[in-house]
């Protein structure tokens, strides 16, 4: 007689990536296509992880054509969703302008016009980090959990894996 298994949820994972000018209009079509995406996966307009990968597609693309931006170059936007995170990848050309990461993010003076975008980040995304991009430039990371840790099967957790 064999033990009951445990149910598992699927590990189909779904990709989209696309390349965007490095421009704000590019950055503003990132987020429409995200969105638009995302409700083709069954993840409806207007629902918190919509609205939430919505508000973290917009911040890092924004964040990279403002600081990664290198005329011609453009960025590169990857969502990745299996049956317990959405991984939001947007990357860029300028790896010498890194920011520090989760652990170095700087709230910015109350007077400040700028500066808030990755401490936005980090209050939003359960887990976000940076990245080398092969061949060159950087990869910010920002990962929604979308089944509680600890209701998920053996299938592991592949953050660090890159």
Do not use: C
């Not at 917009?58 to 936007?77: F, K, Q, S, Y």
């Amino acid at each position: 007689m064999r033990p009951a298994s445990t149910p598992r949820l699927p590990v189909t994972a779904r990709v989209f990536a696309q390349r965007f000018s490095s421009t704000p209009r590019g950055a503003r079509l990132a987020r429409h296509l995200a969105v638009h995406r995302l409700d083709a996966w069954g993840i409806p307009y207007g629902s918190a992880i919509s609205d939430t990968a919505a508000l973290l597609v917009a911040e890092l693309a924004a964040n990279a054509v403002t600081h990664g931006r290198v005329p011609g170059r453009d960025i590169e936007v990857l969502l990745r969703l299996d049956a317990y995170t959405l991984r939001i990848d947007v990357s860029d050309t300028r790896g010498e302008r890194r920011p520090t990461g989760p652990d170095g993010t700087v709230t910015a003076p109350p007077e400040a016009e700028h500066g808030r975008g990755l401490v936005l980040v980090d209050a939003l995304a359960d887990r976000w980090g940076v990245f080398d991009r092969v061949p060159v430039g950087k990869t910010v990371r920002a990962e929604l959990d979308l089944v509680p840790r600890g209701e998920r099967s053996l299938a592991g957790d592949d953050f660090a894996r890159g």
